[in-house]
């Protein structure tokens, strides 16, 4: 398949960018299905506050309904519902 460069306006910053045929080219052989909505810069920003936004979360310390475990989760746990470690949630998700 022959990839030529498309130009595209950022979903953002409303500036045109170019998919040029070397990207085209990368996200086919990773599979990626859609083309890029945005501009470099404003992907790698909208990386970045998603990268801040995580680490900020709270984490809450629990004991496994399972394995008796302690670790942690980023949600409140509620009163009578059981909360899983990774490794019971992982178990139990693949055995589904």
Not at 3 to 29: H, M, P, R, V, W
Not at 68 to 92: A, W
């Amino acid at each position: 398949m022959e990839f030529k460069d498309k130009t595209f306006n950022c979903l953002d910053c409303g500036q045109e960018f170019i998919f040029s045929a070397g990207e085209q080219e990368f996200y086919s052989k990773k599979g990626f299905q859609n083309e890029p909505k945005r501009c470099s810069d404003c992907r790698a920003n909208k990386k970045r506050e998603k990268k801040t936004t995580r680490t900020d979360r709270q984490f809450y310390s629990v004991v496994c309904a399972d394995c008796g475990q302690e670790t942690k989760v980023p949600f409140e746990p509620r009163q009578g519902k059981p909360v899983l470690c990774r490794d019971c949630f992982d178990s139990r998700k693949l055995s589904v």
